[in-house]
């Protein structure tokens, strides 16, 4: 308290509810003792009795009111705050649970704060310039706590609150508005710590947001672990950054690959989404709007960059579908707002981005964060974390080797340069049917990608990305042909609703087939299995013209399983699949191989 100019007056303890354990106990069975409850649930169990062997009498910690003046209004801005907190029963009384003590004060049993005089905390905007960071160490703070504030009038409803959790010294940190403040308090607590010589585990809440600090986040998901890495500067940064996360991830034995239940090699579903921004997030009113413009456009022209890089799963349900994917009218709704964008060289608000596109770059369920353009952190006039001045592609899976990670990081950034170069005019291509007839197949597919990467740079005389190119192709998650994902009704399982996804439910394979015509020859494809038949079918019928002479492809949509519950239950299995290429003139087999799900490759 004294490093920080506050009495320690001010501090109070704060204990366990004594009335709502009292009754947790009149409720046990006579026979049986509090702190070996025998109750079926072991968490309530576990609570209970460390609850009683504590003591309901002694301080489960210490809470110090504390809050910054601010500084638009006081004369006083660098000093800090505090109040002495009344409460009707006397004592501080916590709310029940086990989370860390700071999340369980009973805030609304304090005095009454009208709103108007209410101590909000907000934070600091982030596109508001910064100068440089002050610095902070334990002389600086010895010497600011020469003087001490008085109590004041002004309410205070944040807290810092200290306890022995698990035998380890917490220190729990309240909501500020500004990183200095942030800082100045964990520079108190460490240099407190110093001086008796005690570990501290700090905890509470995170620093508000400030692009001079860099941070690197990791959260756990279902089946992965989630990194959000620091931004990179440069090029190099970002190589630096990419080969480290792939090397720690390794030497804690994790990967981004697997392997599904047939043996095929596959991504681990998790995404290697890019987010780019302009240096130290500065966004000139001029380039806002365009920086969400020109990559919709051009990403809507070519389903390649949706889909190559996007995994197993694609469509209208997957983790970042297109926006002409199950919703017609969105182009129609996109176009409307394109025609309202400022041409160049005009001046627009930086929030005009956020209110023209919004409401169009969204999924199904209109969430904006999982479209595969996402910009509702670029400039949202809603809230300051909306407005940090960040466009992220999505329709990325995570890699299992740090040089694909890498090929996409400047693909990216080649066509965002290509695109500020060279801006897009035009309206949307219409694909309807064509955009899953044509390019699920993987000759398509590579066509409408390589016409991207050469438009984007000279890959004739670029040593470096023939060598990207070497790693794209060699890559495994490349090769298997996509699965589109529509819509299906929810099940109830497990206590829940889940969707049955087509993925699940009825198993496309997009299989590639060439045949060059010699001598007259005609090729068949037919599909046989043992649970049905089907007649054959002629391929010149179902192939189309690649544009090369002699050269086709086709694709097979079958059954690879039959679930109870799922899409066509009635259809029964259709694998293993036969093709057969067959001379019509000779009436001889040409040759043919068959296809098993449960193998990656066809035999042949």
Request: proline share 9%; hydrophobic share 40%; glycine share 8%.
């Amino acid at each position: 308290m004294q490093k920080l100019g506050l009495d320690a007056e001010y501090v109070l303890p704060a204990f366990e509810d004594p009335a709502h354990w009292l009754q947790k106990e009149v409720a046990l069975p006579a026979n049986v003792d509090p702190s070996d409850s025998r109750l079926s649930d072991p968490e309530e169990r576990s609570r209970m009795a460390r609850v009683f062997d504590q003591g309901l009498n002694k301080p489960k910690g210490f809470v110090l009111p504390i809050q910054r003046w601010n500084a638009a209004a006081k004369p006083h801005p660098g000093r800090w705050r505090s109040e002495h907190w009344k409460v009707r029963r006397g004592n501080l009384f916590l709310t029940p649970g086990d989370s860390p003590l700071g999340l369980r004060l009973p805030i609304a049993s304090l005095e009454h704060v009208p709103p108007e005089e209410f101590p909000y905390i907000v934070e600091q905007d982030p596109m508001e310039p910064r100068g440089e960071l002050p610095s902070f160490d334990k002389d600086a703070a010895a010497k600011d706590a020469k003087t001490k504030e008085k109590a004041k009038l002004e309410p205070v409803r944040t807290a810092m609150s200290i306890e022995l959790r698990d035998g380890v010294l917490c220190a729990f940190m309240p909501p500020v508005e500004k990183l200095e403040d942030y800082l100045e308090l964990i520079t108190a607590v460490e240099a407190t710590a110093e001086e008796m010589q005690l570990q501290v585990h700090v905890e509470g809440y995170s620093p508000p947001y400030d692009p001079r600090v860099e941070v690197i986040k990791v959260t756990p998901d279902p089946g992965v672990i989630e990194i959000n890495v620091q931004p990179a500067q440069s090029w190099r940064e970002a190589v630096d950054i990419t080969f480290g996360l792939y090397e720690d991830a390794t030497k804690t034995r994790l990967g981004a690959n697997r392997f599904l239940v047939d043996g095929r090699h596959t991504g681990t579903g998790g995404g290697n989404h890019i987010v780019v921004a302009a240096a130290r997030r500065r966004i000139r009113r001029s380039c806002a709007v365009r920086f969400a413009e020109e990559p919709v456009l051009y990403w809507q022209r070519h389903p390649s960059l949706s889909y190559l890089f996007s995994g197993m799963f694609i469509g209208p349900t997957s983790q970042a579908p297109r926006i002409d994917e199950a919703r017609h009218d969105g182009l129609y709704e996109l176009e409307i707002a394109l025609a309202h964008v400022p041409p160049p060289g005009i001046e627009a608000p930086l929030w005009l981005v956020d209110r023209l596109f919004r409401h169009i770059l969204v999924d199904l369920t209109g969430n904006t964060h999982r479209a595969e353009i996402c910009i509702d952190k670029l400039y949202s006039p809603d809230g300051p974390t909306g407005r940090l001045g960040l466009v992220e592609f999505r329709a990325l899976e995570m890699p299992p080797d740090p040089r694909m990670s890498l090929a996409q990081q400047l693909l990216i950034r080649a066509l965002i340069a290509k695109l500020w170069r060279e801006p897009q005019q035009g309206k949307f291509v219409r694909w309807g049917t064509t955009l899953h007839d044509r390019f699920m197949l993987p000759h398509f597919l590579w066509e409408d990608f390589w016409a991207c990467s050469k438009s984007s740079c000279n890959p004739a005389t670029n040593s470096r990305w023939n060598g990207i190119r070497h790693s794209l192709s060699s890559f495994p998650g490349v090769r298997p042909r996509p699965s589109w994902w529509g819509g299906a009704g929810a099940a109830s399982g497990a206590g829940a609703l889940a969707c049955a996804r087509r993925r699940g439910l009825g198993r496309r394979h997009r299989a590639l087939c060439r045949f060059c015509p010699w001598r007259g020859c005609r090729s068949r494809r037919r599909a046989s299995s043992k649970a049905a038949t089907s007649s054959p079918a002629t391929a010149g019928d179902a192939m189309t013209a690649t544009g090369r002479s002699g050269e086709s492809v086709a694709g097979v949509r079958f059954k690879a399983w039959q679930p109870a519950s799922g899409l066509h239950p009635t259809i029964p299995v259709h694998a293993p699949l036969t093709f057969d290429l067959i001379d019509t003139w000779n009436g001889r087999s040409l040759g043919g191989c068959v296809y098993h799900v449960a193998t990656r490759r066809p035999q042949l």
